[in-house]
């Protein structure tokens, strides 16, 4: 948690998207966690990076064919199967860069009590202080709200909160808000800086996904969280190379959120 010359480090949280861990298609893509390995290797001299990953239901299907996936009690059953094969994954990859991870699951009732938000957050910092990568998950098999609403969007907001990170960055397929949905009009153009929420309810414009749940409108959700808390937020398109460095450089086109003067 603090650097060579004894200063703390900056917390950064990144959320991964079970889109931005696909790379656009039915199967975890190994390339983008080894970037994301990558990009952690080179950063955590000056960051702590705290990894809030979806992705357990998209893993499990590529293993188990069960009909009928849709419903909530299926997904939390594949959840339940596809967790311990992602962070195997997790776990191969990153510790091939010399990195150690370790899993946390969550639920929302923990940031609803102060002591287990408090023992939360001691734990996180333990092993950022260990020098582990936290890689965080909502725990699919006892509470389901990310699974029906959100992709960690909500969650990844709140991590940020009880650890007092400055910055949020929430990996997508797209790279960033549009004043109309890109994948449904060519002429839609990207707003680089958001500081009211308001003024953009009206370009929110889904698109229906096989993999994730988290769109704009969860996305806005996370936003409204780190307004409260003074949280710079950014949604950036985790499909290109890089794309955590290039955020904290500005050498890629994002949407940022911010409140602060």
Do not use: W
């Amino acid at each position: 948690m603090t650097d060579k010359s004894g200063n703390m480090k900056k917390k950064i949280v990144v959320k991964i998207g079970s889109s931005t861990l696909t790379a656009g298609t039915n199967r975890i893509s190994f390339g983008k966690i080894e970037d994301l390995a990558r990009q952690i290797t080179k950063l955590q001299k000056e960051y702590d990076i705290i990894i809030v990953s979806s992705g357990a239901i998209a893993t499990a299907r590529q293993i188990i064919d069960i009909k009928g996936y849709k419903s909530t009690i299926s997904k939390q059953a594949l959840s339940a199967i596809g967790q311990p094969k992602l962070m195997k994954i997790y776990d191969e990859v990153f510790s091939s860069f010399g990195l150690q991870v370790a899993q946390c699951l969550l639920t929302y009732h923990d940031f609803k009590k102060e002591i287990t938000k408090e023992n939360t957050k001691n734990t996180i910092n333990a092993l950022l202080d260990f020098g582990v990568i936290p890689i965080i998950n909502e725990n699919d098999t006892v509470s389901a709200e990310e699974i029906i609403l959100g992709d960690n969007d909500k969650l990844s907001a709140l991590v940020a909160e009880i650890l007092g990170a400055k910055t949020l960055i929430l990996a997508s397929d797209i790279d960033g808000v549009f004043d109309k949905n890109p994948h449904l009009h060519t002429d839609a153009k990207l707003i680089r800086t958001i500081k009211n929420l308001s003024e953009i309810e009206n370009y929110i414009e889904e698109k229906p996904s096989d993999l994730g749940t988290g769109g704009m409108t969860s996305k806005i959700k996370a936003a409204e969280i780190c307004f409260e808390n003074h949280i710079e937020m950014y949604i950036v398109n985790g499909n290109r190379s890089n794309f955590i460095e290039d955020c904290i450089a500005g050498k890629i086109l994002c949407t940022k959120f911010s409140n602060n003067n």
